[in-house]
């Protein structure tokens, strides 16, 4: 019923700043709530910042708290993540990820999560 597909990802130097876009199309207005993840090589899919759709409320990763920023513009249905003082380590695969209840498990939980994005790749220089 939903369908993500991510956009903004790219090469930056490190302390550079980056802003990912998701754009939901089908049946967002049914959504509990969205986030997004990501996954570098060889290592499990991370979740770092998650919204409510209705609420506004926001989660983040400990990685990442003061540095990105998760927001929805629900009437046009995108999610964006602004990635301030990008480190190396932030390089990977991110996601857009969304759910249609809580189920009472983390809000940054993978399994969370039943609709997702194809992806867009992040990489950060030192």
């Known amino acids: 019923q939903v369908h993500l597909v991510e956009s903004g990802g790219g090469s930056v130097q490190a302390g550079g700043s980056l802003r990912l876009s998701c754009a939901a199309s089908?049946?967002?207005?049914?959504?509990?709530?969205m986030a997004w993840f990501r996954q570098a090589p060889g290592k499990r899919r991370e979740g770092i910042a998650t919204?409510?759709?209705?609420?506004?409320?926001?989660a983040y990763a400990d990685s990442v708290k003061g540095r990105f920023t998760i927001s929805q513009d629900n009437a046009k249905n995108t999610l964006s993540l602004q990635m301030n003082n990008l480190k190396p380590e932030d390089s990977a695969m991110y996601f857009c990820a969304a759910s249609y209840y809580d189920d009472g498990g983390h809000p940054l939980d993978t399994n969370e999560y039943s609709v997702w994005g194809q992806g867009t790749q992040v990489t950060v220089s030192s």
């Open positions: 919204i409510r759709r209705n609420s506004g409320n926001t």
């Open positions: 089908g049946r967002p207005d049914i959504l509990y709530s």
